[in-house]
């Protein structure tokens, strides 16, 4: 799980790493990964996408689990609990009931390539389409992502969730026009007479609803920005990755000093 950004994967930002396996399975159409050595700290969830297992912060972190679930199918899991560094289990909702996906680093083989292996119950076989390895995985290491085709129907779990309000663009205040229209539609709005003086709760309510609509009207709602620094720029790295992955793939092709050379400063113009 180093995408070729450093020579020591502790020197490597999370949020980098993340953003670069991220792209790497989304352009492979991959729904489900369980990714190995994160080392990451704890337990936790990245952008409700990415959970992990691992050791504690001071602890000496060698192993590591991950699993990687596209954004779609965030409503049909139940969020992995418990676990180690290097086991992890999440459970997906489909039609014919829960569907168990387990991440497993297992020891060190002996012999040599390592194996990467996806294991599936016996009664389930007919399920399992087709399994291939992914040779033009960019992921800077000597295991190749192993992909398993499955055949399964992801269902939502209802969830109780109230809607939230749209967020008021409070930049808008310091506009001289915006705050007199606020000022106008607040006081056309307001009326306070029809409350008795004991009662606190029903004038509170009618202040905060009357004052929240009139600055959303004024002021209007504001504008969800990206976050995300990978996907704001993504544009102008893309063409670093690119080209970054041919030379991995006519490294893996042709093993020579040549094409050695050429991924290197690829990776170099990558970081």
Same mark, same amino acid.
């Given at each position: 799980?180093?995408?070729?950004? %450093? ?32 080392? #990451? ?11 992990? $297992?691992?050791?504690? $912060? ?28 290097? /086991? #992890? ?14 991440? /497993? ?13 996806? /294991?599936?119950?016996? %009664? ?47 930049c808008r205040a310091n506009d ?6 606020? $000022? ?63 030379? #991995? ?18 990776r170099s113009k990558a970081q």
């Amino acid at each position: 799980m180093r995408p070729g950004l %450093a020579d020591c994967i502790e020197q490597i930002d999370d949020a980098r790493k993340t953003a670069v396996i991220d792209r790497e399975l989304s352009r492979l159409g991959i729904d489900i990964a369980c990714l190995q050595k994160t080392r #990451l700290a704890d337990s936790g969830s990245i952008r409700e996408a990415f959970f992990w $297992q691992d050791l504690p $912060q001071d602890n000496s972190r060698q192993h590591g689990v991950r699993i990687a679930v596209k954004n779609s199918l965030i409503p049909a899991i139940v969020p992995p609990t418990g676990g180690s560094e290097r /086991i #992890l289990a999440l459970r997906l909702l489909t039609s014919t009931g829960f569907a168990n996906v387990l991440c /497993i680093y297992a020891p060190m083989l002996c012999a040599t390539p390592e194996l990467d292996l996806v /294991i599936n119950r016996r %009664a389930d076989i007919r399920s399992v389409l087709h399994t291939l390895s992914f040779h033009s995985a960019d992921c800077d290491t000597d295991h190749s992502l192993v992909g398993c085709k499955v055949r399964l129907t992801a269902k939502k779990i209802h969830r109780s969730k109230t809607k939230g309000f749209p967020r008021i663009n409070t930049c808008r205040a310091n506009d001289p026009e915006s705050s007199r229209c606020f $000022q106008t539609t607040f006081s056309a709005k307001v009326d306070t007479s029809s409350f008795s003086a004991t009662d606190i709760d029903s004038r509170w309510h009618h202040l905060r609803d009357v004052i929240y609509t009139s600055a959303l009207t004024a002021f209007g709602k504001k504008d969800r920005l990206n976050a995300d620094w990978y996907e704001a720029h993504w544009d102008e790295m893309q063409p670093a990755f690119e080209a970054k992955r041919q030379a #991995l793939l006519a490294y893996k092709h042709n093993t020579c000093v040549n094409t050695c050379d050429a991924l290197r400063a690829a990776r170099s113009k990558a970081q």
